[in-house]
Every structure is written in C-alpha cells, then in structure tokens.
C-alpha cells in the first residue's frame, strides 16, 4: 500500500509569490491535515479536510488555505509568501473520525522562501 | 485547549545508556497518545501511541511508554539506546472527540547517542 505522497518536495520561492502543495493520501483514507513544521516553532497544526470540507482550522492566517478533492487529494495554498513560512510541510491522512484512529504522515515539502 | 510539554530539549546520551523523555499534556477529557520520531532527513513515523487499555504500551524498536493519567504525562523509555536512536522525538496528543488528524505536538527533543 503506498504511503502519503506530498509533491514537490523542495520548492524555492520568492516574497509575495504563491505556492500551492499537492498531498496525495493514503488509499481510502478521507481526512487529510497539514502542519507546518520549523526550528522556532516546531510543529503545528494548519487545518483538516474531511470528504472535501474543512473540519478543523488551526491558528494560521487567511493567506494559508487549502482544499480537497473528491478523491481525497488534497491541496494547501500559500498567497503573498513572507521569509518566516520557510519551512517543512507535512500532510497527512487517516481513515477518518473517531478515537482509536491513526494518522500517516508524508515526507513533506521543504519550501523556502527568498 | 490541548497543549503538551516536553521538558528537554536536547539530551546526549552514551550508547547502552538508559532514557527517558518526560511529556506532560493538558487536557481534561479523553485522550489519544503518541511519540512520533523523525530520524535526520526522513519522515515522521510512529513510535507507539495510546488509546485505551494497558497504560504500558509496548512500541517500535525496544522503546515503551507509560501513561499515568493522574499526573497527565506519557513518557518515552528505552532500558538501552543506540546509536541508532538519533533522532528527534515528539510527543503528541489527539483530543477523543476530535479527528484522528488533528494532532497536538510537542515542541520535540533531539536525542544525540554518543558512539
């Protein structure tokens, strides 16, 4: 069974552009979530996508957002980047609700902001 | 709202040494408990988690943890590290109510094993 698949896994980007980074779920898995990890600040929750609805937002600003699709992929977007979003991203999935349910994690992707 | 603690930051040990990592969390309900490892350049994996039962709980690669819900912590042992076990460990919780996915992590501790 393959894992969580988070693409690209290195990205470099300038101030003010916008990114968008693709995670690809685990087969029948439905929710998927995001965290973004750094050195300061370690890692911390940015939201949670569930059959294509945002279930759990964490505290982040509006320019970080995200969307799933019906096959449960999902996408994260970051607009008008600033030098303190560098940093490792990493999605992911689980089966969906309830105690007693494990999440899976991808690699991430390293974006750095210049 | 959930929080954890981990109270080192970066613990150098020698192999065959014994460890433990405190973790202490608040939450008043239902939990769900986790140490994740992130091994230099790879991906988080699961160490072992906590969701009912024996609060002894047996994980991956010798390591166990212990949740004492009257104190609020999970720690992290191993009788013996190696090598290795270099990495950095993150202790985590999940609300019982909320979704397996959203996971409150510790700020992590990096273990270095000296040869």
């Known amino acids: 069974k393959a894992g969580v698949t988070q693409t690209p896994r290195y990205l470099i980007k300038t101030r003010g552009q916008q990114v968008t980074l693709s995670c690809s779920p685990i087969?029948?898995?439905?929710?998927v979530s995001w965290y973004q990890q750094t050195p300061g600040q370690g890692l911390q929750f940015l939201f949670e996508?569930?059959?294509?609805?945002?279930?759990n937002k964490g505290n982040f600003p509006g320019r970080f957002s995200g969307r799933q699709f019906s096959n449960s992929r999902s996408e994260m977007n970051v607009s008008t980047l600033e030098l303190g979003d560098s940093a490792l991203y990493l999605c992911?999935?689980?089966?969906?609700?309830?105690?007693?349910?494990?999440?899976?994690f991808g690699q991430g992707t390293r974006l750095t902001v210049v | 709202a959930q929080s954890v603690s981990q109270h080192n930051h970066h613990v150098i040990l020698s192999e065959a040494a014994s460890l433990e990592l405190g973790c202490n969390y608040s939450?008043?309900?239902?939990?769900?408990l986790f140490w994740y490892v992130q091994y230099p350049g790879q991906h988080l994996q699961l160490l072992l988690k906590?969701?009912?039962?024996?609060?002894l709980v047996k994980g991956i690669k010798g390591f166990e943890a212990e949740f004492i819900k009257s104190k609020f912590s999970f720690n992290l042992r191993k009788p013996s590290v190696q090598w290795s076990d270099t990495a950095e460990y993150f202790c985590?919780?999940?609300?019982?109510?909320?979704?397996?996915?959203?996971?409150?992590f510790g700020s992590g501790t990096r273990l270095s094993i000296r040869p």
């Open positions: 985590a919780v999940n609300a019982g109510y909320s979704s397996a996915s959203k996971i409150i």
């Open positions: 992911a999935s689980s089966l969906g609700t309830g105690s007693g349910v494990q999440a899976f």
């Open positions: 996508y569930f059959s294509e609805t945002q279930r």
């Open positions: 906590y969701f009912s039962g024996d609060p």
């Open positions: 939450y008043g309900g239902t939990v769900n």
């Open positions: 087969s029948g898995h439905r929710s």
